[in-house]
């Protein structure tokens, strides 16, 4: 593939950051613009490498950019898309990295009229508890997936050349739509990201919460890691998809209700039973990840 002469980075954060480093150590980008509402941020990206030079605007990281990525929080998308709408040249790939897809599609509808032919809803499944430009790296993405959401408007061209992008640095790809793509994602990440939050605010609210987390070991590390995930990102995604992630709820809830039914009523068979249908479910999972993840 042809390197893009600029890529017209908007938010310079982990994410954002990563993809730059990305495009940058395959040789698939000349220059980067970057626009961070910080002044900092922007700096760091630039002392870091991440960015070649700083815009003033949002507006500023598109003339001239042939490829540009939207990696703010959802919530911000809609402005994002009201700043570049006039500046955006007819012919650029324009991907994002949200993590809902559908608000994302129905603003850039409402904004552009229809979305852009050339504009590819992403959403890479990457990322870490820590958020920043600090954080970024060159590798996030390898060996990672990404989900295609295009809407009824995107060009076959720009599907295949965001396959293209996603692929070059590593990543493997699977296309769906936005609602699914809000379904699956509400099940496997959201309401994961919720319960962990959940459970660790049950945790901090008790008087001995102290005592209780000193005493914690390698399995409550492993269900709790996702809670030291950004709250300005969490916010936006669980508000973004509250329907699909309540319904997600909805299950656990009558799912935890017969664990408790089973522990109340001493019924140890059934409590054997439930615990043996979710460990042989997991079983299966990780033996087969792969498999499964291409399905998704």
């Not at 809609?78 to 949200?98: M, P, R, S, T, W």
């Not at 990322?127 to 430009?133: C, H, I, Q, Y």
């Not at 739509?177 to 994961?192: K, M, N």
Request: proline letters at 4%; glycine letters at 6%; charged letters at 20%.
């Amino acid at each position: 593939m042809k390197p893009f002469k600029q890529l017209g980075l908007i938010g310079c954060g982990l994410m954002g950051g990563s993809f730059a480093l990305a495009l940058k150590r395959a040789k698939m980008v000349e220059r980067v613009v970057g626009y961070s509402k910080s002044s900092r941020t922007a700096e760091q990206a630039k002392r870091m490498g991440v960015i070649d030079d700083a815009a003033a605007s949002v507006l500023q990281t598109v003339p001239g950019a042939d490829l540009v990525l939207i990696a703010v929080p959802v919530a911000a998308t809609a402005d994002v898309f009201k700043a570049i709408q006039f500046g955006l040249h007819a012919d650029a790939l324009v991907l994002d990295v949200g993590s809902t897809k559908q608000n994302v599609i129905d603003v850039a509808q409402k904004i552009f009229g229809a979305a852009p032919p050339n504009f590819v809803p992403s959403h890479p499944i990457a990322g870490k508890e820590r958020a920043g430009v600090e954080a970024a790296q060159a590798d996030l993405y390898a060996g990672k997936r990404v989900i295609l959401t295009p809407t009824e408007h995107t060009h076959a061209s720009a599907i295949a050349l965001a396959t293209e992008v996603w692929q070059g640095i590593g990543m493997q790809v699977s296309t769906m739509s936005a609602e699914c793509h809000d379904q699956v994602l509400a099940a496997v990440s959201h309401l994961p990201h919720l319960t962990a939050f959940s459970y660790m605010h049950s945790i901090a609210e008790q008087s001995n919460a102290a005592q209780l987390l000193a005493m914690a070991g390698p399995g409550f590390k492993d269900f709790t890691r996702i809670a030291a995930s950004s709250p300005d990102v969490w916010v936006d995604i669980l508000l973004a998809n509250r329907e699909e992630v309540l319904q997600q709820s909805r299950h656990m809830l009558t799912s935890l209700a017969r664990f408790e039914d089973a522990m109340r009523s001493n019924n140890t068979d059934a409590l054997r039973q439930l615990i043996t249908s979710a460990s042989k479910v997991r079983g299966s999972w990780t033996l087969n990840q792969t498999e499964l993840a291409s399905d998704v």
